[in-house]
């Protein structure tokens, strides 16, 4: 497994190849997010809260927090004036 640099030890190729990258991704997070608190909303109407409603929850949550990794990618590109 490679080792990610930090948006700062990027070339400004680097980094936009990055934040293209980032993009796709954000929109298949959004899309997974959605479907999986449909599967809670789905759980909760249907009266089954447990493991089956926790799992999407966690995996959620999992996806939120690393998306929150690219502000540091979008910081960079608005300091190097690249965006």
């Known amino acids: 497994m490679m080792n990610q640099k930090e948006p700062s030890q990027l070339t400004d190729e680097e ?3 990055e934040a293209k990258k980032s993009k796709s991704t954000a929109v298949i997070n959004a899309t997974l997010i959605g ?4 599967v809670v909303v789905y759980s909760i109407v249907k ?3 447990g493991f089956f409603t926790l799992i999407p929850l966690f995996l959620a949550y999992k996806i939120f927090n690393n998306s929150k990794k690219n502000k540091a990618l979008e910081e ?3 300091k190097r004036k690249l965006k």
């Open 35 to 38: 479907f999986m608190m449909g």
């Open 15 to 17: 980094l936009l190849k």
């Open 76 to 78: 960079e590109l608005t």
């Open 47 to 49: 009266n089954t809260w």
